[in-house]
C-alpha cells in the first residue's frame, strides 16, 4: 500500500526566515505530487505541483518553490517566510494525472511570527 | 463565480438523522468528482469517488450526481457524532479544484 509523509508536523518561524518542508511518498513509483496550503477556515489552494523529477509547475505566484530531487521526494522552500505563509501545509499524490484521485500526507502546521 | 460551489455550514443533525451536503461546479467538461472528509487539525481524507449520474452507495454514505445540473451531493445516513467534521467537494475537469467545504456538527 502507499504512504505520504510529511515533516515536520508543526512549525513556528520567524518572519524573514527561511522555510523547508519535506514530503516523500512510498509503495509507488513515478507518481504525480503536490503542495498545497489551506489558510485557517478556507480552501485549499494548490501551490505546485509535479509530474517528474525535476519537473515542477507553479500555480501560484510567490515567495514560495518547489523541488523534485528524487522520484519520490518533493520539497517545498522559502528564502524569507512573510506573515501570509501561516498555513496547513499538505502534500498529495495521484497515480497518474492531475485528474486522478488525490491523497494527502498528514500536513505541517506553519506559524509565521 | 467560484468555480466549486459549497455551503459553509455549519450543518446541524441530530444523531441517527440523514445529513445531506451539497455541492456544485461551473466546469461542464468535469468528469470526476470526489468527497473529502477533514477532522479539525488533520488533513483531508477521501470518502468517496463518483464518475457517472446517479448513485453510488458505500456503507452510510451514498454520492449523488447530477451533469445536467452540474451538481453533487453526499448523503450520510445514521449520522454519529464521529462523522462531525468538515466534508470537501472536489471535482476534475483538467485539474482537480476543491469547494471550501461544509463543516458538518453531528449532536447525540
Redesign the interface.
Known sequence: SQTIHQWPATLVQPVGSPLSLECTVEGTSNPNLYWYRQAAG???Q?LFYSVGIGQISSEVPQNLSASRPQDRQFILSSKKLLLSDSGFY?CAWSRVA??????????T?LTVL | QKEVEQNSGPLSVPEGAIASLNCTYSDRGS??F?W?RQYS??????IM?IYSNGDKEDGRFTAQLNKASQYVSLLIRDSQPSDSATY?C?V?????R????TRLTVKP
Not at chain 2, 487539525?41 to 477521501?46: A, I, T, V
Open positions: 478556507r480552501g485549499l494548490l499538505l492531475r485528474t486522478d484521485t488525490q491523497y494527502f500526507g498528514p500536513g502546521r | 468528469q470526476s470526489f473529502y487539525g488533520k488533513s483531508p481524507e477521501l469517488s470537501l472536489a476534475n475537469g483538467y485539474d482537480m476543491f469547494g471550501a467545504g
